[in-house]
């Protein structure tokens, strides 16, 4: 899924840097659902834009899976023109370029580049933004292509790469569920007093608290079972869920803590087996989806996304693993427990629906259906479970850790 190549530096595209606070486009807009708005943007432009925006010499490209965003890998030289740059960093940067609807939301992104930094000030870690040579940490940029079409205008950012391997690209295993567990009973510990007056005036169609939001794109999904089961999803959602809002903690969240989020390192290199080499979080990536919300949130989120790619046999403990690693930083309360199973499937259909939404937009970007092939068998297995034998189960998890 990934595309290597060098530089050429024969460019067929440009862009342009605007004013944020005199452009007119850049003022918040409603999205369209049916407008497809990943940026129109290709790798050949990588390099001129890195080094006009940050002065840094790109060597290489590399183009990284991505969902309506683009990101890149890249390569850098030791030749520099940034008084903001110190230090080449020797394992790289990413490049990310948002998508149009989230471009329009500057205060969003700023909000989201507030709570990095303070998460990474308190020990959480992360990517560092790189400020550009105006000293900014974002810029907007429009493309113009060889057909001297002008696309945008684009949020670009630089921050580092963390090294290290991707949970996906880990053993699917009790101990490292539980160190992600443990990681996000800490993230949450540290956001607890954390705020941003922008936090709350905007919602994302990937909030989990919204998934009622999901019958406007039911239309996506082909399947007939699917689509109901999405719907008796949906109807508990809004009948039991919703009116219990009241009653679960308030907090700032990541929004997206998912097997593609997580950098991990090895924790036992006395192990012969891979595959029961435990890993711990090693960082954290893409705050894009981080709101003002509850906690129980990430919980559900986390559980879903990491149940998808687990093997079958497993799949019903991936949560008992987690929630006895986030119980040792904090805890869920009685409300939160009991409504956690329709979270999780909530959670599943969102990913589910938008998915088949996205890939009807743009036929083209596979990333969007990864969770297609297992994420439906998953969804019918786990709704159709009876509640109280799967806490049942994730209890006694809980108690033996």
């Known amino acids: 899924m990934s595309e290597t190549q060098t530089v050429d530096p024969t460019m067929e595209a440009t862009m342009e840097s605007l004013d944020p606070a005199t452009e007119p486009m850049c003022e918040p807009q409603?999205?369209?659902?049916?407008?497809?708005?990943?940026p129109k943007v290709t790798v050949d432009m990588v390099p001129d834009l890195v080094w006009r925006l940050y002065g840094l010499k790109v060597l290489e490209v590399k183009s990284l899976p991505s969902y309506s965003d683009l990101n890149f890998y890249i390569h850098v030289g030791n030749e520099v023109e940034n008084e903001h740059i110190n230090v080449v960093s020797p394992d790289g940067y990413v490049l990310k370029i948002l998508n149009s609807f989230q471009s329009t939301h500057q205060l969003h992104i700023e909000a989201n580049h507030a709570m990095i930094r303070y998460v990474q000030e308190r020990g959480i870690p992360t990517?560092?933004?790189?400020?550009?040579?105006e000293g900014n940490d974002y810029s907007l940029e429009k493309v113009t292509d060889a057909n001297n079409d002008v696309h945008g205008p684009y949020i670009c950012r630089l921050s580092s790469f963390c090294p290290g391997?991707?949970?996906?690209?880990?053993?699917?295993?009790?101990?490292s569920f539980q160190n992600v567990g443990q990681f996000l009973g800490k993230l949450h510990?540290?956001?607890?007093?954390?705020?941003?007056?922008?936090y709350g005036t905007f919602k994302s169609n990937w909030s989990l608290v919204d998934v009622p939001g999901l019958r406007n794109f039911l239309h996506?999904?082909?399947?007939?079972?699917?689509?109901?089961?999405?719907?008796?999803?949906?109807?508990?959602f809004e009948k039991n869920v919703v009116p219990e809002f009241e009653n679960f903690r308030k907090g700032s969240i990541h929004g997206d803590v998912n097997?593609?989020?997580?950098?991990?390192?090895?924790?036992?290199?006395?192990?012969?087996?891979?595959?029961?080499?435990?890993?711990?979080v090693a960082a954290i990536l893409d705050f894009e989806d981080s709101e003002r919300s509850y906690p129980v949130m990430d919980v559900a989120i986390a559980i879903a996304r990491m149940t998808i790619e687990c093997p079958v046999d497993t799949q019903l403990e991936v949560g008992g693993h987690i929630l006895s690693g986030y119980n040792k930083y904090?805890?869920?309360?009685?409300?939160?427990?009991?409504?956690?199973?329709?979270?999780?499937?909530?959670?599943?259909?969102?990913?589910?629906?938008?998915?088949?939404?996205?890939?009807?937009?743009?036929p083209g970007n596979d990333y969007v259906l990864k969770t297609k092939k297992k994420g439906w068998p998953l969804l019918h297995r786990l709704w159709g479970e009876d509640r109280d034998a799967l806490y049942a189960r994730w209890d006694k998890l809980i108690a033996s850790a």
């Not at 097997?259 to 711990?280: F, G, K, T, Y």
Request: glycine share 2%.
């Open 189 to 198: 510990h540290v956001l607890k007093d954390f705020e941003h007056p922008f």
């Open 165 to 175: 391997k991707i949970f996906f690209q880990t053993p699917y295993i009790a101990g």
């Open 30 to 38: 409603e999205r369209d659902p049916n407008v497809d708005v990943k």
């Open 127 to 133: 990517q560092t933004l790189q400020l550009n040579k």
């Open 220 to 236: 996506a999904v082909e399947d007939n079972k699917d689509r109901a089961m999405v719907a008796e999803v949906i109807d508990d």
């Open 259 to 280: 097997d593609r989020n997580l950098v991990m390192r090895p924790v036992q290199s006395d192990i012969i087996d891979p595959s029961e080499c435990v890993h711990d």
């Open 330 to 362: 904090s805890s869920l309360n009685e409300a939160e427990k009991k409504w956690l199973k329709t979270l999780v499937c909530g959670r599943l259909c969102t990913s589910l629906v938008l998915g088949a939404h996205a890939y009807s937009l743009n």
